[in-house]
Nanobody, 121 residues
Framework: QVQLVESGGGLVQAGGSLRLSCAASGRTFSSYGMGWFRQAPGKERELVAGLTSGGSTKYADSVKGRFTISRDNAKNTVYLQMNSLKPEDTAVYYC???????????????WGQGTQVTVSS
């Protein structure tokens, strides 16, 4: 069982930046595909960014060039650096993990509790 704990959400003005962190429990973090999803009110949960154990990345078109996903296997942590934030980025952001596969290859195995990101105009 893997536990994921997100942090770093908050309120920011449009054009600002935030960095989300997701700390994972367990001793095999490096073998997990990790990712960030988000869900805005009245909308379905969507992929924001995915990062495989091998370092391959995938981004939603809406965040390409603005968001960067990265991981520190020594700290069992995945990050989402969000720059040039827009009001439409407002959502609850969820960390996700899948063992031995990418989080975009199917429903993730594990989810965090979510952290709110609000971008004011």
């Amino acid at each position: 069982q893997v536990q994921l704990v997100e942090s770093g959400g908050g309120l920011v003005q449009a054009g600002g930046s935030l960095r989300l962190s997701c700390a994972a429990s367990g001793r095999t973090f490096s073998s997990y595909g990790m990712g960030w999803f988000r869900q805005a009110p009245g909308k379905e949960r969507e992929l924001v960014a995915g990062l495989t154990s091998g370092g391959s990345t995938k981004y939603a078109d809406s965040v390409k060039g603005r968001f960067t996903i990265s991981r520190d296997n020594a700290k069992n942590t995945v990050y989402l650096q969000m720059n040039s934030l827009k009001p439409e980025d407002t959502a609850v952001y969820y960390c996700a993990a899948s063992r031995f596969r990418s989080v975009v290859a199917g429903p993730p195995d594990y989810w965090g509790q979510g952290t709110q990101v609000t971008v004011s105009s």
